[in-house]
């Protein structure tokens, strides 16, 4: 098996968010959609990027996995030491030197330098995919290109998010995988922007056509477009619940909850969710009667797989 930094063109002591951002690339590169050559050289790319990804995709399987690539290489020098050495005892005589052959030349350099020049390449054009065509007999304004956010410094900064984003004053809020946040525009602040893993939330109050307050959430994840929701309107002051975890155990990434509540008898709860996957948004929609969830989903009938839960208690 190749190397899994070979295969995903890092280096050994590259950092977590830039073997994942090489590793979107290049899944985005074979993806079916996307790649126009041989489909099985596609699939068998991806397998060997996917299992390059997963053996150090956390830093406990990149441990095991650098102290495995260790040990294969000090084998290996080992045992050319033992061939260099092996016939220091025999009585033989030494064979007569060979005569010089003409140097080499060491294409090494060149081939790393091609491989970078290539990554910068594909998450150019990946980003072209996302950018707006201006042409000269148009007078209508095209909307602006999505920001796509590529590394977690990017996430931390205020570049790399529209104004709403870069309208908090204060700090972020930072949170772990699993989470459950609470919103409320009075209390909480407004806006207020919350981290939590690779994601950066900020929510705040917009407004319908007739003046009622409603939460809005702008949404930023490593390697994928941002994203803007804006939920039921309800009370006088914006109000919404955020929860990230795994809905999939399988899932390489967690699934970002936005829950907004009308207010209503019995009525209505939305959920949105959002899963990034293979550079794209994974939306589903759960709406209808009850009440807002009063807990992060969990596995209630033991299948593995968490469950979501609404209450709806009757005025009787």
């Known amino acids: ?112 330098w091609a491989g970078a020049i290539t990554f910068v390449v594909l998450i150019f054009a ?10 000269s007999t ?3 304004t095209s909307p602006p290109a999505p920001t796509v956010v ?35 525009a009075k209390d909480s602040g407004d806006p207020k922007t919350y981290v939590v893993g690779y994601f950066k939330l900020v929510l705040s109050t917009g407004h319908r056509s007739d003046g009622f307050p409603v939460p809005v959430l702008d949404a930023d994840y490593v390697g994928m477009s941002h994203l803007r929701l804006e939920g039921q309107a309800g009370f006088e002051v914006a109000d919404a619940k955020i929860e990230v975890l795994k809905l999939d155990p399988r899932a390489r990434n967690p699934a970002l909850l936005f829950i907004t509540y009308s207010g209503g008898a019995h009525c209505c709860t939305t959920v949105d969710i959002y899963e990034p996957m293979r550079g794209m948004w994974r939306h589903a929609m759960l709406g209808g009667d ?27």
Not at 67 to 78: H, I, L, P, S
């Open 1 to 112: 098996m190749r190397d899994a930094y070979d295969v995903l063109g890092v280096a050994p002591d590259s950092e977590d968010v830039v073997i994942r951002g090489a590793y979107t690339a290049l899944i985005r590169k074979y993806h079916p959609d996307v790649f126009s050559g041989d489909p099985a050289y596609a699939e068998a790319k991806t397998k060997e990027i996917n299992g390059a990804f997963d053996s150090i995709r956390d830093p406990k399987r990149r441990t095991a996995y650098d102290a495995r690539r260790g040990r294969r290489e000090g084998t290996d020098n080992r045992g050319q030491r033992s061939q260099e050495t092996g016939h220091a005892g025999s009585t033989k005589p030494p064979a007569s030197p060979k005569p010089p052959s003409p140097p080499s030349r060491d294409f090494s350099s060149y081939y790393m």
């Open 290 to 316: 009850g009440e807002p969830l009063s807990a992060l989903p969990k596995d209630i009938d033991g299948d593995g797989i968490p469950d979501i839960v609404m209450a709806d208690d009757s005025f009787l």
């Open 150 to 184: 590529r590394s977690a410094a990017q996430l931390q900064s205020s570049s790399a998010a529209p104004q709403t984003l870069r309208a908090s004053a204060d700090a972020p809020e930072l949170h772990d995988v699993p989470a459950k946040i609470e919103w409320n």
């Open 138 to 140: 148009s007078t209508a």
């Open 126 to 135: 990946a980003s072209l995919q996302n950018r707006p065509i201006a042409t």
